[in-house]
């Protein structure tokens, strides 16, 4: 090899060594830049124009995220506690499959999108809890983004498939405050479940209520059982738990969360299913042998729904 080749081959390696120091540098730069965190602001919500045509005039392009949250919540509300009109109930459907949520991977929802999101899905809580429980095929049926909300008792309903409903319900959950709102809205519900069982029914009419109750508190545990291994998270959400405005239906329950320790909430949580269950079986059922078949399979069911989501 003459000095001359050998020359031109070491400057042929040199830029090609630096070729690919700028190609891994321009890859680290745009990681550093841009994949933290891709997300549109306010996940696309207030750009998407689906969500402004349903949601309507409250929601304006460029509005921040704050403003958009409390449309959110305005327009979907229901003018009396469980009435909700078809709009109302096509409005939530249209944002939880709005483009910035729907089948979203790994999804992260705005900071201050999620309390108001919470506070609208636990405003139709109704649907939240067969939704959890995936138990009623109307909402499996009737799920897809084209498909209408559907009136019965007197409000609409809607649908969404599990996985998206799924993921927002977890990224929701991020916050605190905004898990707090959803497991009261859910505790409420099943209250109101138990208390409608009539006082003559038998089989599954009588089993199904606080078994399908442990399932839909088990799945929304195995939903938040990331976060609820964080100490601070679990700190802020039993303040919001025990600080909550009292309601007739969650007092007791939240009362016996006022002594549990930080490190025990997530034990008492889990535990939930069957917290709720005993006494209402205790006062229904004399005999102690089926008592203790049912409690057990209440406590199998919370088990089953958190295996579900954590496994």
Not at 3 to 30: E, Q
Not at 34 to 61: I, K, W, Y
Not at 195 to 211: C, E
Not at 257 to 286: C, E
Request: hydrophobic letters at 45%; proline letters at 5%; a negative charge.
């Amino acid at each position: 090899m003459t000095g001359k080749t050998a020359r031109r081959t070491v400057l042929v390696k040199m830029w090609s060594l630096l070729a690919v120091c700028l190609t891994l540098l321009g890859g680290l730069v745009a990681w550093l830049g841009f994949g933290r965190d891709t997300a549109a602001p306010c996940n696309g919500l207030a750009e998407d124009e689906h969500v402004r045509t349903s949601v309507g005039a409250g929601v304006q392009a460029g509005m921040n995220c704050a403003a958009l949250g409390r449309a959110l919540v305005k327009a979907t509300a229901a003018s009396e506690p469980g009435k909700h009109s078809q709009a109302q109930a096509r409005a939530v459907k249209d944002v939880l499959y709005s483009p910035g949520l729907g089948y979203t991977e790994n999804l992260r929802i705005d900071p201050a999108l999620r309390v108001p999101l919470a506070t609208v899905l636990a405003d139709y809580a109704g649907d939240f809890h067969e939704m959890l429980a995936g138990l009623d095929s109307q909402y499996v049926i009737k799920g897809d983004p084209d498909d209408d909300p559907w009136e019965s008792s007197g409000t609409y309903h809607l649908a969404v498939g599990h996985l998206v409903f799924r993921n927002v319900v977890r990224a929701v959950s991020r916050d605190p405050q905004a898990y707090a709102i959803l497991r009261l809205a859910e505790t409420r519900y099943a209250a109101q479940l138990l208390a409608a069982v009539p006082g003559d029914a038998t089989g599954a009419a009588f089993s199904l209520p606080p078994t399908e109750n442990a399932r839909t508190l088990g799945i929304l545990d195995g939903l938040t059982d990331r976060y609820a291994r964080d100490q601070a998270w679990r700190t802020a959400v039993l303040d919001h738990l025990v600080h909550a405005p009292a309601d007739p239906l969650t007092a007791a329950w939240v009362h016996g969360l006022k002594d549990t320790p930080q490190d025990g909430l997530t034990d008492r949580l889990r535990a939930q299913g069957i917290d709720m269950a005993r006494p209402w079986i205790q006062a229904r059922i004399t005999d102690e042998p089926t008592r203790q078949v049912l409690l057990a399979e209440v406590e199998t069911s919370a088990l089953s729904g958190f295996k579900e989501i954590t496994h």
